[in-house]
């Protein structure tokens, strides 16, 4: 059974930082595109980031390019979101999710499996 379980989101003030795990079992993170997706309230989930299986390209939304990466550790079989300079308009629930080959990393129709997600609040 697939399971990816975020963690590491918070309250933070804007300009402060916070690293985001995604760990999962069920799953070899390697084979798969992850992706980070947000939902800020009263809106729609909307990509953020994605890493690429194998080689392990990776794509940002425009809003938080040179701000977030993301990041992947075989080892641990886990994804990573560093964010930094954090801004309210960043606030939202984060979800990793994890994609099968075919469809575009920028929909989240496109991914097969989710995780619950983890709060992100950051304060002006």
């Known amino acids: 059974q697939v399971q990816l379980v975020e963690s590491g989101g918070g309250l933070v003030q804007a300009g402060g930082s916070l690293r985001l795990s995604c760990t999962a079992t069920?799953?070899?993170?390697?084979?798969?595109?992850m992706g980070w997706f947000r939902q800020a309230p009263g809106k729609e989930r909307a990509f953020v980031a994605a890493?690429?299986?194998?080689?392990?390209?990776?794509y940002y939304a425009d809003s938080v390019k040179g701000r977030f990466t993301i990041s992947r550790d075989n080892a641990k079989n886990a994804v990573y979101l560093q964010m930094n300079s954090l801004k309210p308009e960043d606030t939202g629930v984060y979800y990793c999710?994890?994609?099968?080959?075919?469809?575009?990393?920028?929909?989240?129709?496109?991914?097969?499996?989710w995780g619950r997600g983890t709060q992100v609040t950051v304060s002006s």
């Open positions: 890493r690429s299986w194998g080689g392990g390209s990776t």
């Open positions: 069920g799953l070899t993170v390697s084979q798969y595109t």
């Open positions: 999710a994890a994609k099968e080959y075919g469809g575009s990393y920028l929909y989240d129709a496109a991914y097969n499996y």
